[in-house]
């Protein structure tokens, strides 16, 4: 992204350091086994060279502005629509969790829907032309007469981080508020 960074450099045992303490930021790869250590690849007096250091990344923010609508759509079935507010950040993508049962913490109860949603966008309408699949690999359509929870977490695309879920009205305490459709 072309920010300045700096950072400190040991020597290596019988020899000075060859990586340069300042430089732009060009790229970094995350470490799958710890969130916070990334190989870092810096461009510094026309030098690039990579390494691996500890960079504390925050989490994305939390989603906020949480709120759902539903209406009686085609064939007499729901039609629903989750929205929050979007990220200024182009690189946060969103998952949007729907249950047919209370949440009780960040993996129960289980089975429930997750939908991806790419950078930019703060809304899902959920209806019959749109079947998902649950957490167990059934498939699922809105139904009448139901009641959901749902709740929102947001992703760095760049870090991989992710907020903590958030459920509706913007708490991140579950079980969160749940609706009925018609």
Known sequence: DGTNYSWSVSPTSGGAAVV???GKFVSFTANPSASTLYIITVASAGLTGTCTVIVNMP???NP???SVSHSCGSGNLPTITFNWTNSPSTDIGWWLDINKAAWT???APSPWIAVYRAPGHS???WDSTKPLLDSAGNTLLPENGRRYWWRVQAQSDTTGLYSAHVYPVNTTTPPG???DTL
């Open 177 to 179: 508020v749940f609706f």
């Open 64 to 66: 906020s502005g949480l």
């Open 123 to 125: 809304s899902f309408t």
């Open 59 to 61: 989490p994305p923010p």
């Open 105 to 107: 913490g960040d993996s």
């Open 20 to 22: 340069p303490s300042s």
